[in-house]
């Protein structure tokens, strides 16, 4: 089943292209798009987990609903800096910020998890992030406005959120955990943005677009879920650095954008640290 993690991949990327398309509409802002979208995630997820809603008894200790809700917390506000710079970047501007999570998620996995420090793995992980982020960053990545701030600051909260979720992710199913989580994050966002709902009275296509989003992004966080709790942070991480790869060619194909030499050479690099992490972990 190590090919989840590269479906993963291929929905993350996808769903970062139709995101960004629809918030390129003026009638959309990332305020009241956060709320929109966690209404679809919900909206998906409540059918499934009907069926897929395993919760252990040790979920329900004081420590463990500390760590969900600092989950909840953070993930809230890497949401609303992540659509924050996402709603005024292009795409080519966008991902070479947002390359960062990898590395980030790597580096507190390193330091927190004792079991997370494969040596081989870890090393072919840093190479693949420093090959992508030096792939992508031009001189003006360098100089910061609130839009790449938001961006940095975004990344950085992922990750914190991904890693603080491998302390409890086995204690739950893993669309279940996910249902929570948005469950809790849409309740919090239509108290704070109180968006107008009027819009998709007018726009039903833009509705089902939205409703699609939703299931992407509940598929792709299973699969990440799934991942960690199977192979761990950085290998399932890794794994997952081909997104940025795709998103490529994907931003290629839908929005025109052509990839650099330097891209190019970054995505056989990368493509390259994956097949030997999983040959060195007998997985291919």
Same mark, same amino acid.
């Not at 802002?29 to 709320?35: D, G, K």
């Given at each position: ?7 993963? $991949? ?27 979208? %966690? ?8 059918? =499934? ?22 989950? =909840? ?20 501007? %966008? ?41 992508? =960053? ?10 790449? =701030? $938001? $961006? ?15 302390? #409890?992710?086995?204690? +739950?199913?893993?669309?279940?955990? +996910? ?81 650099? $030499? ?12 994956? #097949? #030997? ?8």
């Amino acid at each position: 089943m190590v090919y989840l993690p590269l479906l993963g $991949a291929v929905l993350e990327a996808f769903g970062t292209i139709l995101e960004k398309n629809v918030l390129k509409r003026r009638d959309i802002t990332f305020r009241n798009y956060i709320v929109f979208s %966690f209404l679809a995630i919900v909206l998906v997820l409540l059918p =499934v987990v009907y069926f897929f809603h395993t919760v252990q008894p040790e979920a329900f200790f004081a420590k463990n609903i500390g760590i969900f809700i600092f989950i =909840v917390l953070v993930s809230i506000v890497a949401n609303v800096l992540i659509l924050y710079s996402l709603k005024r970047e292009s795409i080519s501007e %966008f991902e070479p910020i947002w390359l960062m999570q990898p590395l980030f998620t790597i580096l507190l996995a390193f330091v927190f998890y004792q079991d997370e420090r494969q040596w081989e793995v870890i090393a072919l992980a840093l190479i693949a992030s420093i090959s992508l982020v030096a792939a992508h =960053v031009k001189r003006h990545h360098l100089t910061m406005d609130r839009y790449m =701030v $938001a $961006a940095y600051l975004g990344s950085f909260l992922f990750a914190v959120e991904l890693v603080a979720s491998k302390t #409890i992710i086995s204690l +739950y199913n893993p669309f279940f955990f +996910y249902f929570l989580r948005c469950l809790c994050i849409f309740a919090l966002a239509i108290i704070i943005f109180r968006p107008s709902f009027k819009i998709f009275g007018r726009e039903q296509k833009l509705s089902l677009l939205i409703i699609g989003i939703g299931v992407l992004w509940a598929v792709y966080r299973a699969i990440v879920y799934y991942g960690y709790d199977i192979y761990g942070v950085v290998t399932t991480t890794l794994l997952f650095m081909l997104s940025p790869v795709l998103m490529l060619i994907f931003a290629a194909f839908f929005l025109g954008e052509r990839p650099t $030499a330097r891209q190019i050479i970054s995505t056989a690099i990368i493509t390259l640290c994956v #097949i #030997i992490a999983l040959v060195l972990q007998n997985y291919l």
